[in-house]
Structure formats: structure tokens, C-alpha cells
């Protein structure tokens, strides 16, 4: 069943994104050269502190950190580690979430770590984040589910990968529903797959958590013995981007995003819903 959720309840949900930006913002800030992928958990603690919230992630099906910081070839869930050492030339996603007074906010972003990286790499970003924005900007009143699939898999489709071939959208692993859990129905794919139908319509109070993984090679990943760390099967880079977004009487408002998604959105000719804490 899809939660559906009123005004009050979003505005709870908009809190909790706020957080989360918070946390986007310091990890960003603290990805350097020669920090750990543990020091970043350590920033993402101090800030959740600060603001009186709750990790979502931390203990979630035994997981042992706050944040999942996922590097290079690595997808998701790559557990923060004092040994694993940041270095020049990296990519790093990183995933993370907070709860206020039990509702959940929840989202993702790719950094690039000091410098020198290729335009295949800042390409690999950028398609995999419009991509989230494409689908953000599907979240339409009256709509199904997988209009918001088919715009982020027409996006990356659409778009020439430098050296020639395709992009791989992860297969086992897509967006959710969120609210009072950080993982509900229903579960959103990143491409179209015409076995599972159209989905549930979009009506206002839905909620999900619209995040492409795009690697620069296969779609397919396995499972380390960490039985957490996602890697693609071929070693190839990846990119993750994630918002969770409220559909509105007004039109989608972009929960994690410090402006609920109005600049981004106007780029695409979508009109953002009021911030309810504004």
C-alpha cells in the first residue's frame, strides 16, 4: 500500500530533508584528499546532533554506520571506514538520511575528489543527476509511476556517452516510497519495464525517493562479503543521485533540496510547490 500523506505531514517530511541538505553540504565540503570515508561519517553525526534529528540509516537491517559513502566503483551502501583513505581523483557518492519526530527524509549525491578527473567521469555525473531531475519533474498529478521510470530512462538514453557505447542503469537496485519509513511502496525503476505494468497514479500526498545509479559500463552489480558493499560487475565507475520528493496540489516539492527544487525545476518548466516552512 502507498502511504499517502497530508499537508502537515509534509511539512514534518521537509524538516527532515533539510537535515539531510545539511549533511550534503558539510560531506561535500569535508571530501577531500586525504580524509577517511569515516571521518565523513563522523561530520554527518556532528550535524544530525545539531539539529535534534535521527539517523535513518544507522542500525537499518544491521547497518553500521550513518551514512553510506560509496567509492568509485563502488554503487551503494559502501560503509564508512578508517580505511579507506580518499584520494586525488576520486568519485564518491554519498547516501544519507534523517528522521524528525518519525518521518523520514532521504537522498544522495556524487562529489568528485580533488582534481584531474576526466570528462567521462563529469559527464557520468551530470547525465545521472538530470536524469533524477527529469524524473522529479514527471511527478504529475494523475499520472503513473512509470512516467517518472520512463523519463529518467529516456533521459540517460537520449544522452552520447564520451568513447562511444552506453551507459548502464543499475538493474537491482531503484527509488522508493518514503514517509514514516525510509523504504515503502512502491518501488520505482530507473528504466521501463513493461512486466511490472504502469504502477500506482500520482495524486497528491505521494512521496518517493526518485534515485538513479548509472555506471559507465554494466548494469549489473554483486554483493561484497561485507554482505552491504554494492560493486558493478565489470569494475566500471558509477554515479548516485537522490531526492525525496512530495507530490503537491501545487506541483512536486523537492523535500531534500535547500530550495525544494524551484531553481531546477523552472530550468525544466515545472513550478515547484510552496515551501510549507517558509
Avoid at 85 to 101: E, F, M, P, R, Y
Avoid at 113 to 132: A, K, Q
Wanted: with cysteine; charged share 20%.
Amino acid at each position: 500500500m502507498v502511504q499517502i500523506k497530508n499537508p502537515e505531514q509534509i511539512a514534518k517530511m521537509r524538516e527532515a530533508g533539510l537535515v539531510v541538505a545539511a549533511i550534503h553540504a558539510a560531506t561535500r565540503e569535508a571530501a577531500v584528499p586525504g580524509a577517511t570515508t569515516k571521518d565523513l561519517d563522523q561530520v554527518a553525526r556532528k550535524v544530525l546532533a545539531e539539529h535534534d534529528a535521527k539517523p535513518n540509516f544507522l542500525g537499518y537491517g544491521g547497518f553500521p554506520a550513518t551514512i553510506c559513502t560509496s567509492v568509485n566503483e563502488v554503487v551503494v551502501h559502501g560503509i564508512p571506514s578508517d580505511d579507506v583513505v580518499l584520494k586525488d581523483g576520486d568519485v564518491i557518492s554519498i547516501d544519507c538520511g534523517a528522521i524528525i519526530d518519525g518521518w523520514h527524509g532521504d537522498a544522495a549525491y556524487t562529489a568528485f575528489v580533488g582534481s584531474g578527473h576526466s570528462p567521462e567521469l563529469i559527464e557520468l555525473s551530470r547525465v545521472t543527476e538530470e536524469s533524477m531531475w527529469a524524473g522529479i519533474a514527471a511527478m504529475k498529478q494523475g499520472d503513473r509511476l512509470v512516467d517518472v521510470s520512463r523519463a529518467i530512462e529516456t533521459y540517460i538514453r537520449r544522452q552520447p556517452k564520451p568513447g562511444g557505447g552506453k551507459y548502464g542503469i543499475i538493474e537491482d537496485y531503484g527509488g522508493h516510497g518514503i514517509g514514516t519509513e525510509m523504504h515503502m511502496d512502491p518501488h520505482l525503476l530507473n528504466y521501463v519495464d513493461r512486466r511490472r505494468g504502469k504502477g500506482p497514479k500520482l495524486v497528491p500526498g505521494f512521496c518517493l525517493a526518485i534515485e538513479p545509479m548509472v555506471s559507465l559500463g554494466t548494469p549489473r552489480t554483486e554483493v561484497l562479503s561485507d554482505e552491504w558493499t554494492v560493486i558493478t560487475t565489470d569494475g566500471t565507475w558509477s554515479s548516485h543521485w537522490e531526492h525525496s520528493v512530495a507530490l503537491t496540489e501545487q506541483g512536486p516539492l523537492v523535500l531534500t533540496s535547500p530550495d525544494g527544487g524551484k531553481a531546477k525545476l523552472a530550468e525544466l518548466g515545472v513550478t515547484a510547490a510552496p515551501d510549507p516552512l517558509a
